[in-house]
Protein backbone atom coordinates (compact mmCIF):
# COMPACT_ATOMS: atom_id res chain seq x y z
CA UNK A 1 0.00 0.00 0.00
CA UNK A 2 3.20 2.24 0.92
CA UNK A 3 4.22 2.07 -2.44
CA UNK A 4 0.97 2.42 -4.15
CA UNK A 5 0.21 5.56 -1.78
CA UNK A 6 3.68 6.89 -3.31
CA UNK A 7 3.36 6.13 -7.12
CA UNK A 8 -0.24 7.54 -7.17
CA UNK A 9 0.97 10.84 -5.53
CA UNK A 10 3.71 10.81 -8.23
CA UNK A 11 0.99 9.95 -10.97
CA UNK A 12 -0.55 13.48 -9.95
CA UNK A 13 2.14 15.55 -9.50
CA UNK A 14 4.13 14.96 -12.55
CA UNK A 15 1.39 16.23 -15.07
CA UNK A 16 0.45 19.02 -13.03
CA UNK A 17 4.44 20.01 -12.71
CA UNK A 18 4.73 19.28 -16.85
CA UNK A 19 1.86 21.87 -17.79
CA UNK A 20 3.03 24.51 -15.11
CA UNK A 21 6.73 24.02 -16.47
CA UNK A 22 4.68 24.68 -20.31
CA UNK A 23 3.25 27.62 -18.80
CA UNK A 24 5.48 28.78 -16.37
CA UNK A 25 8.92 27.38 -17.03
CA UNK A 26 10.54 28.95 -13.86
CA UNK A 27 7.30 27.23 -11.54
CA UNK A 28 8.25 23.93 -13.46
CA UNK A 29 11.83 24.74 -12.76
CA UNK A 30 11.18 24.81 -8.79
CA UNK A 31 9.12 21.40 -9.20
CA UNK A 32 11.52 20.13 -11.35
CA UNK A 33 14.29 20.69 -8.31
CA UNK A 34 11.71 19.68 -5.56
CA UNK A 35 10.87 16.41 -7.22
CA UNK A 36 14.82 15.56 -7.37
CA UNK A 37 14.76 15.06 -3.66
CA UNK A 38 12.35 11.98 -3.57
CA UNK A 39 13.24 10.44 -6.79
CA UNK A 40 10.95 7.38 -7.49
CA UNK A 41 13.71 5.16 -8.43
CA UNK A 42 14.45 4.08 -5.20
CA UNK A 43 11.21 2.89 -4.63
CA UNK A 44 11.20 0.15 -7.59
CA UNK A 45 8.65 2.24 -9.72
CA UNK A 46 8.29 1.03 -13.82
CA UNK A 47 11.16 1.94 -16.15
CA UNK A 48 8.97 4.22 -18.03
CA UNK A 49 7.96 6.43 -15.25
CA UNK A 50 11.11 9.09 -15.32
CA UNK A 51 8.99 12.14 -14.04
CA UNK A 52 12.29 14.11 -13.55
CA UNK A 53 13.26 13.67 -17.35
CA UNK A 54 9.55 14.50 -18.74
CA UNK A 55 9.55 17.31 -16.30
CA UNK A 56 13.02 18.68 -17.52
CA UNK A 57 11.90 18.39 -21.16
CA UNK A 58 8.49 20.70 -20.59
CA UNK A 59 10.55 23.55 -18.57
CA UNK A 60 12.94 23.27 -21.73
CA UNK A 61 10.01 23.58 -24.17
CA UNK A 62 8.07 25.90 -21.81
CA UNK A 63 11.64 28.11 -21.53
CA UNK A 64 11.72 27.99 -25.59
CA UNK A 65 8.13 29.33 -26.39
CA UNK A 66 8.35 32.12 -23.57
CA UNK A 67 12.23 32.92 -23.88
CA UNK A 68 13.14 36.68 -24.45
CA UNK A 69 16.89 36.45 -25.25
CA UNK A 70 19.05 33.82 -25.04
CA UNK A 71 21.84 34.11 -21.94
CA UNK A 72 25.50 32.70 -23.15
CA UNK A 73 27.84 33.56 -20.24
CA UNK A 74 31.24 32.35 -19.96
CA UNK A 75 30.45 29.51 -17.54
CA UNK A 76 28.00 27.88 -20.51
CA UNK A 77 31.33 28.46 -22.78
CA UNK A 78 33.49 26.58 -20.47
CA UNK A 79 31.26 23.62 -19.96
CA UNK A 80 30.52 23.24 -23.21
CA UNK A 81 34.86 22.94 -23.70
CA UNK A 82 34.47 20.06 -21.04
CA UNK A 83 32.24 18.42 -23.38
CA UNK A 84 34.13 18.35 -26.26
CA UNK A 85 37.75 17.46 -24.33
CA UNK A 86 35.34 14.66 -23.15
CA UNK A 87 34.96 13.07 -26.14
CA UNK A 88 38.34 12.91 -26.67
CA UNK A 89 39.09 11.39 -23.75
CA UNK A 90 35.83 8.16 -24.42
CA UNK A 91 37.57 7.67 -27.85
CA UNK A 92 41.40 7.19 -25.62
CA UNK A 93 39.91 5.39 -23.13
CA UNK A 94 42.46 2.51 -21.75
CA UNK A 95 39.39 0.18 -20.97
CA UNK A 96 35.92 1.20 -21.98
CA UNK A 97 35.03 3.98 -24.71
CA UNK A 98 31.73 2.83 -23.77
CA UNK A 99 31.26 4.34 -19.94
CA UNK A 100 33.53 7.23 -20.94
CA UNK A 101 30.45 7.94 -23.57
CA UNK A 102 28.18 7.38 -21.26
CA UNK A 103 29.69 9.93 -18.32
CA UNK A 104 29.72 12.54 -21.32
CA UNK A 105 25.65 12.30 -21.53
CA UNK A 106 25.37 12.69 -18.45
CA UNK A 107 27.60 15.57 -17.94
CA UNK A 108 25.78 16.77 -21.34
CA UNK A 109 22.07 16.60 -19.92
CA UNK A 110 23.47 18.31 -16.40
CA UNK A 111 25.38 21.11 -18.67
CA UNK A 112 21.63 21.14 -20.12
CA UNK A 113 19.78 21.80 -16.73
CA UNK A 114 22.80 24.79 -15.86
CA UNK A 115 22.29 26.05 -19.04
CA UNK A 116 18.43 26.38 -18.12
CA UNK A 117 18.87 27.49 -14.75
CA UNK A 118 20.44 30.98 -16.21
CA UNK A 119 18.03 31.62 -18.05
CA UNK A 120 14.96 31.12 -16.25
CA UNK A 121 16.29 32.75 -12.63
CA UNK A 122 16.35 36.30 -13.36
CA UNK A 123 15.99 38.57 -10.32
CA UNK A 124 16.84 37.92 -6.58
CA UNK A 125 13.31 37.11 -6.21
CA UNK A 126 13.78 34.17 -8.47
CA UNK A 127 17.43 32.85 -6.88
CA UNK A 128 15.68 33.02 -3.36
CA UNK A 129 12.48 30.82 -4.40
CA UNK A 130 15.23 28.92 -6.11
CA UNK A 131 17.78 28.01 -3.26
CA UNK A 132 14.54 28.03 -0.87
CA UNK A 133 13.53 25.26 -3.02
CA UNK A 134 16.42 23.00 -2.61
CA UNK A 135 16.24 23.46 1.10
CA UNK A 136 12.55 22.42 1.51
CA UNK A 137 13.01 19.19 -0.66
CA UNK A 138 16.06 17.96 0.90
CA UNK A 139 13.97 18.00 4.19
CA UNK A 140 12.83 14.75 3.11
CA UNK A 141 16.41 12.98 3.44
CA UNK A 142 16.15 14.16 7.07
CA UNK A 143 13.43 11.42 7.55
CA UNK A 144 15.84 8.74 6.21
CA UNK A 145 18.82 9.66 8.50
CA UNK A 146 16.69 10.19 11.78
CA UNK A 147 14.74 6.79 11.29
CA UNK A 148 18.15 5.20 10.42
CA UNK A 149 19.56 6.57 13.34
CA UNK A 150 16.74 6.08 16.02
CA UNK A 151 15.28 2.99 14.85
CA UNK A 152 18.45 1.35 13.74
CA UNK A 153 20.68 2.10 17.15
CA UNK A 154 23.83 0.56 16.51
CA UNK A 155 24.35 1.72 12.85
CA UNK A 156 27.62 3.67 12.37
CA UNK A 157 26.62 4.91 8.46
CA UNK A 158 23.81 5.88 7.39
CA UNK A 159 23.47 4.69 3.72
CA UNK A 160 20.54 7.09 2.17
CA UNK A 161 17.70 5.01 0.61
CA UNK A 162 16.32 7.52 -1.04
CA UNK A 163 16.32 11.26 -2.48
CA UNK A 164 19.92 11.44 -4.14
CA UNK A 165 20.74 8.00 -4.08
CA UNK A 166 24.38 8.79 -3.46
CA UNK A 167 25.39 7.33 0.08
CA UNK A 168 26.01 9.32 3.27
CA UNK A 169 28.97 11.67 2.59
CA UNK A 170 26.79 12.66 -0.52
CA UNK A 171 23.52 13.35 1.98
CA UNK A 172 26.05 15.48 4.02
CA UNK A 173 27.47 17.55 1.73
CA UNK A 174 24.11 18.48 0.22
CA UNK A 175 22.81 19.54 4.06
CA UNK A 176 26.29 21.36 4.13
CA UNK A 177 25.53 23.15 0.86
CA UNK A 178 22.25 24.39 2.25
CA UNK A 179 23.87 26.00 5.88
CA UNK A 180 24.91 29.05 4.14
CA UNK A 181 21.51 30.67 3.15
CA UNK A 182 19.94 29.38 6.57
CA UNK A 183 22.56 30.90 8.59
CA UNK A 184 22.14 34.05 6.08
CA UNK A 185 18.60 34.36 6.07
CA UNK A 186 18.51 33.49 10.10
CA UNK A 187 20.38 36.97 10.40
CA UNK A 188 19.41 38.83 7.71
CA UNK A 189 16.49 37.68 6.21
CA UNK A 190 12.24 38.02 5.96
CA UNK A 191 10.16 37.08 8.98
CA UNK A 192 9.03 33.80 7.91
CA UNK A 193 12.69 33.10 6.34
CA UNK A 194 14.25 33.17 9.93
CA UNK A 195 11.64 31.15 11.48
CA UNK A 196 12.30 28.71 8.57
CA UNK A 197 16.03 28.71 9.12
CA UNK A 198 15.68 28.20 12.84
CA UNK A 199 13.39 24.95 12.30
CA UNK A 200 15.38 23.70 9.64
CA UNK A 201 18.76 24.34 10.56
CA UNK A 202 18.58 21.70 13.44
CA UNK A 203 17.05 19.20 11.36
CA UNK A 204 19.81 19.81 8.67
CA UNK A 205 22.71 19.35 11.35
CA UNK A 206 21.29 16.15 12.93
CA UNK A 207 21.30 14.59 9.48
CA UNK A 208 24.96 15.18 8.78
CA UNK A 209 25.71 13.76 12.45
CA UNK A 210 23.31 10.46 11.22
CA UNK A 211 25.31 10.53 8.38
CA UNK A 212 28.30 9.86 10.49
CA UNK A 213 30.09 11.18 7.62
CA UNK A 214 34.04 12.29 8.36
CA UNK A 215 33.84 14.41 5.41
CA UNK A 216 30.51 15.56 6.09
CA UNK A 217 31.97 16.93 9.55
CA UNK A 218 34.95 18.87 8.32
CA UNK A 219 32.65 20.48 5.13
CA UNK A 220 30.43 22.26 8.22
CA UNK A 221 33.24 23.31 10.19
CA UNK A 222 34.95 25.23 7.56
CA UNK A 223 31.62 26.58 5.79
CA UNK A 224 30.92 27.69 9.88
CA UNK A 225 34.47 29.39 10.20
CA UNK A 226 33.21 31.09 6.71
CA UNK A 227 30.15 32.26 7.37
CA UNK A 228 31.11 33.95 10.60
CA UNK A 229 34.37 35.44 8.65
CA UNK A 230 31.58 37.01 6.31
CA UNK A 231 28.79 37.41 8.34
CA UNK A 232 28.24 41.28 9.56
CA UNK A 233 27.21 40.41 12.74
CA UNK A 234 29.91 38.31 13.64
CA UNK A 235 29.13 38.04 17.46
CA UNK A 236 25.58 36.86 16.70
CA UNK A 237 27.63 34.01 14.30
CA UNK A 238 29.92 33.36 16.69
CA UNK A 239 27.21 32.37 19.04
CA UNK A 240 25.14 30.43 16.44
CA UNK A 241 28.09 28.37 15.32
CA UNK A 242 28.92 27.65 19.33
CA UNK A 243 25.11 26.64 19.57
CA UNK A 244 25.80 24.53 16.95
CA UNK A 245 28.77 22.49 17.42
CA UNK A 246 27.38 22.08 21.23
CA UNK A 247 24.30 20.74 19.59
CA UNK A 248 26.43 18.35 17.20
CA UNK A 249 27.87 16.66 20.72
CA UNK A 250 25.17 16.75 23.00
CA UNK A 251 23.22 14.35 20.01
CA UNK A 252 26.34 12.36 18.59
CA UNK A 253 25.67 8.97 19.22
CA UNK A 254 28.69 6.87 20.39
CA UNK A 255 28.92 4.36 17.60
CA UNK A 256 29.40 8.10 15.14
CA UNK A 257 32.43 8.72 17.71
CA UNK A 258 33.43 4.97 17.01
CA UNK A 259 33.28 5.56 13.16
CA UNK A 260 35.46 9.07 13.25
CA UNK A 261 37.99 6.91 15.99
CA UNK A 262 38.06 4.05 14.06
CA UNK A 263 39.60 6.14 11.13
CA UNK A 264 42.75 4.86 11.48
CA UNK A 265 42.73 1.59 12.32
CA UNK A 266 43.75 -1.34 10.60
CA UNK A 267 41.02 -2.78 8.56
CA UNK A 268 40.63 -5.30 5.72
CA UNK A 269 40.90 -9.45 5.63
CA UNK A 270 44.13 -9.29 7.15
CA UNK A 271 44.41 -6.09 9.18
CA UNK A 272 46.18 -4.66 6.24
CA UNK A 273 44.95 -0.89 5.84
CA UNK A 274 42.46 1.46 8.03
CA UNK A 275 40.06 3.29 6.55
CA UNK A 276 41.54 6.21 6.46
CA UNK A 277 44.54 5.07 4.61
CA UNK A 278 41.81 3.61 1.81
CA UNK A 279 41.65 7.17 0.84
CA UNK A 280 45.32 7.40 0.42
CA UNK A 281 45.36 4.50 -1.60
CA UNK A 282 42.49 5.47 -3.89
CA UNK A 283 44.21 8.47 -4.60
CA UNK A 284 47.51 7.58 -5.06
CA UNK A 285 46.14 5.60 -7.94
CA UNK A 286 44.22 8.07 -9.42
CA UNK A 287 47.51 9.78 -9.71
CA UNK A 288 49.14 6.71 -11.36
CA UNK A 289 46.39 6.71 -13.74
CA UNK A 290 47.01 10.43 -14.54
CA UNK A 291 50.15 9.31 -15.09
CA UNK A 292 49.40 6.51 -17.58
CA UNK A 293 47.96 9.31 -19.68
CA UNK A 294 48.66 12.99 -18.40
CA UNK A 295 46.79 14.55 -21.36
CA UNK A 296 43.41 12.95 -21.92
CA UNK A 297 43.46 10.71 -19.07
CA UNK A 298 42.09 7.10 -18.91
CA UNK A 299 38.37 7.64 -20.14
CA UNK A 300 35.99 8.87 -17.75
CA UNK A 301 34.24 6.40 -15.12
CA UNK A 302 37.45 4.28 -16.30
CA UNK A 303 39.21 4.79 -12.97
CA UNK A 304 36.23 2.66 -11.95
CA UNK A 305 36.91 -0.41 -13.67
CA UNK A 306 41.05 0.14 -13.36
CA UNK A 307 41.29 1.08 -9.45
CA UNK A 308 41.45 -3.07 -8.31
CA UNK A 309 43.85 -3.88 -10.17
CA UNK A 310 46.58 -0.22 -9.07
CA UNK A 311 44.89 -0.08 -5.81
CA UNK A 312 45.58 -3.70 -5.19
CA UNK A 313 41.75 -4.70 -3.58
CA UNK A 314 38.64 -4.76 -4.31
CA UNK A 315 35.54 -2.54 -2.95
CA UNK A 316 33.05 -4.06 -0.80
CA UNK A 317 31.90 -3.72 2.99
CA UNK A 318 35.21 -5.47 3.66
CA UNK A 319 38.68 -5.28 1.34
CA UNK A 320 38.73 -7.88 -1.12
CA UNK A 321 42.94 -8.28 -2.25
CA UNK A 322 42.99 -8.11 -5.77
CA UNK A 323 42.72 -11.28 -8.59
CA UNK A 324 43.38 -11.10 -11.49
CA UNK A 325 40.96 -13.72 -12.49
CA UNK A 326 38.51 -11.91 -10.68
CA UNK A 327 38.55 -8.58 -12.22
CA UNK A 328 34.88 -7.96 -14.15
CA UNK A 329 32.86 -10.14 -12.56
CA UNK A 330 30.11 -9.74 -10.86
CA UNK A 331 30.24 -8.74 -7.29
CA UNK A 332 34.24 -8.03 -7.79
CA UNK A 333 33.70 -3.57 -8.25
CA UNK A 334 36.31 -1.06 -8.78
CA UNK A 335 36.16 2.11 -6.73
CA UNK A 336 35.66 5.73 -7.30
CA UNK A 337 38.52 7.71 -6.34
CA UNK A 338 36.68 9.51 -2.99
CA UNK A 339 38.14 13.00 -4.35
CA UNK A 340 35.93 14.81 -7.67
CA UNK A 341 39.42 16.32 -8.64
CA UNK A 342 41.82 13.14 -8.41
CA UNK A 343 39.32 11.58 -10.26
CA UNK A 344 38.56 14.18 -12.97
CA UNK A 345 42.39 14.21 -13.49
CA UNK A 346 42.93 10.50 -13.65
CA UNK A 347 39.67 10.21 -15.94
CA UNK A 348 40.21 12.77 -18.29
CA UNK A 349 43.39 14.02 -17.84
CA UNK A 350 44.51 18.03 -17.92
CA UNK A 351 42.00 18.40 -20.75
CA UNK A 352 39.43 17.48 -18.30
CA UNK A 353 40.65 19.60 -15.79
CA UNK A 354 42.03 22.65 -16.81
CA UNK A 355 38.25 23.99 -18.02
CA UNK A 356 36.56 22.42 -14.89
CA UNK A 357 38.89 24.40 -12.65
CA UNK A 358 38.41 27.43 -14.84
CA UNK A 359 34.55 26.88 -14.52
CA UNK A 360 35.04 26.71 -10.64
CA UNK A 361 37.59 29.69 -10.85
CA UNK A 362 35.45 31.75 -12.39
CA UNK A 363 32.45 31.14 -10.38
CA UNK A 364 34.58 32.25 -6.96
CA UNK A 365 35.93 34.99 -8.81
CA UNK A 366 32.36 36.19 -10.35
CA UNK A 367 31.03 35.76 -6.45
CA UNK A 368 33.89 37.90 -4.97
CA UNK A 369 33.73 41.03 -7.02
CA UNK A 370 29.68 41.01 -6.45
CA UNK A 371 30.77 40.98 -2.90
CA UNK A 372 33.21 43.64 -3.08
CA UNK A 373 30.84 45.94 -5.34
CA UNK A 374 29.10 47.25 -2.22
CA UNK A 375 26.59 49.33 -4.13
CA UNK A 376 24.37 51.75 -2.07
CA UNK A 377 21.01 51.21 -0.27
CA UNK A 378 19.48 47.95 0.65
CA UNK A 379 19.99 46.75 -3.10
CA UNK A 380 23.78 46.59 -2.03
CA UNK A 381 23.14 44.85 1.16
CA UNK A 382 21.30 41.99 -0.60
CA UNK A 383 24.04 41.43 -3.46
CA UNK A 384 26.47 41.12 -0.76
CA UNK A 385 24.52 38.42 1.53
CA UNK A 386 23.67 36.82 -2.22
CA UNK A 387 27.33 36.66 -2.94
CA UNK A 388 27.90 35.03 0.23
CA UNK A 389 25.81 32.71 0.23
CA UNK A 390 26.73 31.08 -3.47
CA UNK A 391 30.12 31.67 -2.21
CA UNK A 392 29.55 29.54 0.79
CA UNK A 393 27.39 26.85 -1.08
CA UNK A 394 30.58 26.61 -3.51
CA UNK A 395 32.63 25.96 -0.74
CA UNK A 396 30.95 23.43 0.58
CA UNK A 397 30.91 21.13 -2.40
CA UNK A 398 34.15 22.24 -3.04
CA UNK A 399 35.56 20.47 0.10
CA UNK A 400 33.30 17.86 0.33
CA UNK A 401 34.23 17.15 -3.46
CA UNK A 402 37.57 16.09 -2.16
CA UNK A 403 36.64 13.21 -0.48
CA UNK A 404 34.17 11.98 -3.07
CA UNK A 405 33.15 12.16 -6.51
CA UNK A 406 30.47 14.04 -7.67
CA UNK A 407 30.97 15.36 -10.62
CA UNK A 408 27.63 13.25 -12.08
CA UNK A 409 25.20 15.08 -9.42
CA UNK A 410 22.59 17.48 -10.32
CA UNK A 411 23.04 20.10 -7.63
CA UNK A 412 26.09 21.39 -8.35
CA UNK A 413 24.93 22.08 -11.76
CA UNK A 414 21.98 24.11 -10.49
CA UNK A 415 24.29 26.55 -8.42
CA UNK A 416 26.66 27.01 -11.05
CA UNK A 417 23.91 28.08 -13.48
CA UNK A 418 22.77 29.75 -10.35
CA UNK A 419 25.65 32.03 -9.78
CA UNK A 420 26.18 33.14 -13.56
CA UNK A 421 22.84 33.90 -13.39
CA UNK A 422 23.61 35.78 -10.41
CA UNK A 423 26.57 37.44 -12.39
CA UNK A 424 23.98 38.65 -15.05
CA UNK A 425 22.04 40.23 -11.89
CA UNK A 426 24.77 41.81 -10.36
CA UNK A 427 25.46 43.55 -14.25
CA UNK A 428 22.19 45.15 -14.40
CA UNK A 429 21.99 46.36 -10.64
CA UNK A 430 25.11 47.94 -11.12
CA UNK A 431 24.51 49.56 -14.21
CA UNK A 432 20.89 51.03 -12.89
CA UNK A 433 22.75 52.21 -10.40
CA UNK A 434 25.41 54.29 -12.45
CA UNK A 435 22.08 55.68 -14.36
CA UNK A 436 20.80 57.16 -10.94
Not at 109 to 116: A, E, N, R, T
Request: aromatic share 14%; charged share 15%; net charge positive.
Amino acid sequence: MDFSLRFLAYLTYTPIAIGVALYRPLWGLYALIFVYYFRPDVWGTPDWFQPVYWISVACIVGWAVHARDVRITPAIVVACLMLLTMVVSSFTAVRSREASFGVTTVLLKLIVMMFLVTQLVRNLDDLKRFLWVNIFGNIWNTKSVIVSTIAGGGSARVDVGSGQGGGANYLAMIFAMGLPLLFFRFINGERWEKRASLCIAPLYLFGIVGTGSRGGFLTVFCVMLFLIWKSNRRGLGCFVMLLTFVGLLAVMPQEKWDRFTDTFKRGGPEKSIGQGESRLVLWRAGITMFNMSPITGVGHDNYQILSPRIAGFFAGKTLRPYDPTLEGRRGYNGFVAHSTWIQSLADGGVLFFFPLSVLFGMSFLLLRRAARLRLPGPIGSELYIYAQILTGTLLAFVIAGSFGSYIKFDPIWWILGAIASFGIIVEEKKREALLQ
